[in-house]
């Protein structure tokens, strides 16, 4: 479904002072709501709707958006999976990724695949205005709730090549992080790496010291998430 909105201003008062956004969500509810949000921006105007993949390609056509603000989860596809069609119609389009969930996972593949902006639905009243400033700023945004998450910040960082203390780790202390993200225990890992219980609570107890995490607990935390983002790719 595809709706344009009514009371949308002229393409000379459009040029002149706003940014034309279109929503691609299947809840109209929401779409409502940011719709309300963002019209009283006077700096930014919602040009168009769409509920699914093909009206919001078909809006990307005919609107000529100036930035899509696109939910991750669509029905029959997901958000991530448009972004690169997207950018195959208009090369200049930015996109901001909206989701119900607050994965690291999501946010790095959404990001690697070319959007410029992760907004987590729960936060959207409060960050979506910030977000899009950022955004045509020609920064990039995530919301809070992930970029301050340590695994997140981790796996930027190692993609950069930025230091990442993860690089401190031994090629045998990331295959046992990785194992324990698996949710493997410490016996099971001896087995399956032919160690002895003993060098495996060793390699963990290194892996705690150089990661600097609290305790086992934590660092159990951060391998599963380190693993739902390798699986998410």
Request: charge should be neutral.
């Amino acid at each position: 479904m595809m709706v344009k909105p009514e009371g949308t201003l002229n393409d000379t008062e459009i040029n002149g002072r706003q940014k034309r956004i279109l929503i691609v969500d299947d809840h109209p509810l929401f779409r409502h709501g940011i719709t309300r949000l963002i019209g009283s921006q006077t700096k930014f105007m919602i040009c168009g709707e769409a509920s699914d993949a093909l009206a919001a390609l078909d809006c990307i056509r005919s609107l000529e958006p100036d930035l899509v603000l696109l939910d991750i989860s669509l029905n029959g596809t997901s958000g991530i999976e448009l972004i690169k069609p997207m950018l195959t119609e208009r090369p200049s389009l930015l996109i901001v990724v909206l989701s119900m969930h607050d994965e690291s996972a999501h946010a790095l593949k959404a990001m690697r695949t070319g959007a410029r902006g992760f907004v987590v639905k729960s936060e959207a009243a409060a960050q979506i205005v910030v977000a899009l400033d950022k955004v045509f700023d020609g920064q990039t945004y995530i919301s809070p709730v992930v970029a301050t998450r340590r695994v997140f910040k981790e796996i930027e960082s190692l993609e950069n090549g930025s230091a990442s203390p993860l690089k401190k780790l031994s090629s045998r202390e990331l295959e046992v992080l990785l194992l324990f993200g698996k949710a493997l225990r410490t016996r099971e890992i001896a087995g399956r790496l032919g160690l002895s219980v003993k060098t495996v609570e060793t390699h963990r107890m290194h892996i705690i010291e150089k990661l600097r995490f609290r305790d086992a607990s934590e660092m159990v935390r951060f391998a599963v998430d380190w693993v739902s983002q390798q699986l998410a790719e």
